[in-house]
């Protein structure tokens, strides 16, 4: 049972266009919600984050939005860069000590910007 | 600030070896993490330690260990190995206090051949 699903493994879009990258996710005890991006070779970059007690989360030209009655987050890029081609994962997280440095992580969307 | 440090970046393995991976944190962070990226499977978590205790594990075999020492850095052992655990292995650090976004290494690259 896939606990974080991005249920698009690519996303295409033109340079200066937005990009929005989705996830779902069923465990109701998730309450911290993050973005990772990751290039070909490295270690996935946290990228921005998102506690359960906000909606909206915005850093620069990232923006994330969570709602928890649809259990769906998502990842606006704007406006989308070339340099912003690669990995986007999607991880939750639980705040309770059993759970505690543990994140459950989604498959990823493959994003391109094409110049 | 120096980042996560993994070692080595590259490995090569016969079946039914043993291996052992290095991870340093951040300085000062005290919970260590450790994932398996295959591809199709994104990243499975395999364990997480804090102040060198085990404070959660995922669901992997007991074929894969870990320890973490007293400055934080932390060692991933992997025993009787097999094709399939051929992966890129990484390591992540945070304070450990919660609300924070990891901070990934770049990784192992772990072949079974």
């Known amino acids: 049972d896939q606990q974080v699903k991005q249920n698009s493994p690519s996303l295409s879009v033109q340079e200066g266009r937005i990009s929005i990258l989705n996830c779902d996710y069923t465990?109701?005890?998730?309450?911290?919600f993050l973005w990772y991006k990751k290039y070909p070779a490295e270690g996935p970059t946290f990228l921005i984050s998102?506690?359960?007690?906000?909606d909206k989360n915005e850093d620069g030209r990232f923006t994330v939005f969570l709602n928890k009655s649809a259990k769906h987050l998502s990842l606006h890029i704007v406006p989308s860069q070339p340099g912003d081609s690669a990995v986007y994962f999607c991880?939750?997280?639980?705040?309770?000590?059993?759970?505690?440095?543990?994140?459950?992580f989604g498959d990823g969307t493959t994003l391109t910007v094409k110049p | 600030k120096a980042g996560v440090t993994q070692t080595p970046r590259y490995l090569i393995k016969t079946r039914g070896q043993q291996v052992t991976l290095s991870c340093s944190p951040i300085?000062?962070?005290?919970?260590v993490s450790w994932y398996q990226q295959t591809p199709g499977q994104g990243l499975q978590f395999l364990f997480e330690y804090f102040s060198e205790t085990q404070r959660n594990k995922g669901n992997f075999p007991g074929r894969f260990s870990g320890r973490q020492f007293s400055n934080s850095r932390s060692e991933m052992n992997v025993s009787t190995l097999e094709l399939g655990d051929s992966a890129l292995y990484l390591c992540?650090?945070?304070?450990?206090?919660?609300?924070?976004?990891?901070?990934f290494g770049s990784g192992t690259r772990l072949t079974v051949v």
């Open positions: 992540a650090s945070s304070p450990g206090t919660g609300g924070h976004g990891y901070t």
């Open positions: 991880a939750a997280s639980a705040a309770d000590t059993t759970n505690a440095g543990k994140s459950t």
């Open positions: 465990n109701s005890m998730f309450d911290y």
């Open positions: 998102i506690s359960s007690i906000k």
């Open positions: 300085s000062g962070h005290r919970s």
